[in-house]
């Protein structure tokens, strides 16, 4: 759910029906009754699909069955991928809206949101993976058969991206094999507003992603459907949508017998996490990072790239 480059319309229609028939009723509200412009609808859209396909990944199928546990997990998860204030503040304010109307519409017997909050300012400390753990995921993909099982490869090499880079989940499903430098053990990552940073890999990681370009990505390219250069692809021979990759984390850390909520986004906690404790400055790490307020132009500027590979394979535990 929530795959880049889909249509609100083909993302409505993928959630649960009754999660989808309020949500399509709203909307006729936003636009017949409360004569809502089109930037706000388009804004509630963003933020009301975002948050239903959410609540579909926890199992729910309505919405009378939302309870506000699931609305702070929720606005938790917004505020560790970097989101403002102010849009989280926007999102939770969509979120109310929806749940109002569902209660008029007596699809509710009770406001989740009734007593929550937007977050206060300073953040919540994100949830991490130990070092033991993330190495109990990644050594749970079978490379045994590189041919009869390319997913093997192609998902320990995805992990081994993940956290080697801390790249986000549309960064890496969006990966390009010409985006490498190797030569320099680098990657040039098109980040939020197609921002572009460069990002150490480490040889690890590298050490995989060739693996399984030579072994295994082959097996996966099928002949006249081109996939461009995208790097991770799926069984059809095209990229790997959101789902699929928090699929993948979800099942190795399952098998790999890790008790904690893993998803994506978790590797790139635990990525400037393992790295600050290391010792590495925080400065470079939000460079790796990308974070929203540092410039395309701040990656050249204020941290010289010999400087960033350095940093990443002395901090980074496999660098």
Do not use: C
Request: positive net charge; without cysteine.
């Amino acid at each position: 759910m929530g795959e880049k480059g889909a249509t609100v319309d083909e993302r409505i229609a993928l959630l649960p029906p009754s999660l989808r028939s309020i949500l399509e009723r709203y909307r006729e509200y936003l636009l017949f009754e409360k004569g809502a412009s089109d930037n706000t609808r388009a804004a509630y859209d963003n933020d009301l699909l975002r948050y239903l396909e959410f609540i579909a990944r926890r199992g729910l199928g309505s919405i009378d069955q939302i309870e506000s546990d699931h609305i702070h997990e929720h606005i938790g998860l917004l505020s560790e991928l970097g989101m403002s204030g102010r849009s989280i503040s926007r999102a939770l304010s969509a979120i109310r809206g929806l749940h109002k109307f569902a209660l008029i519409e007596k699809e509710s017997r009770v406001d989740p949101t009734e007593y929550i909050s937007p977050p206060k300012t300073g953040r919540k400390l994100p949830n991490v993976l130990s070092i033991h753990e993330v190495e109990a995921i990644l050594e749970v993909p079978d490379v045994s058969d590189p041919v009869g099982n390319p997913y093997g490869y192609r998902d320990r090499a995805l992990l081994e991206t993940l956290y080697a880079t801390g790249m986000r989940v549309n960064e890496i499903r969006e990966l390009t094999i010409s985006r490498f430098v190797y030569d320099l053990e680098l990657i040039r990552v098109i980040g939020k507003g197609n921002k572009e940073r460069l990002v150490p890999i480490g040889r690890t990681a590298l050490d995989w992603v060739g693996a399984y370009r030579i072994k295994a990505r082959p097996h996966l390219l099928k002949r006249g459907r081109p996939s461009g250069d995208v790097l991770f692809l799926n069984s059809r021979g095209t990229g790997l949508s959101r789902n699929a990759i928090w699929n993948i984390t979800k099942k190795y850390a399952t098998e790999g017998g890790v008790e904690k909520e893993v998803y994506p986004h978790i590797f790139r906690h635990s990525f400037a996490t393992h790295l600050l404790e290391g010792g590495a400055d925080l400065r470079t790490v939000q460079e790796m990072l990308g974070h929203e307020n540092i410039s395309t132009t701040q990656i050249y500027t204020h941290v010289d790239r010999q400087h960033l590979r350095q940093v990443h394979r002395e901090f980074h535990p496999r660098g």
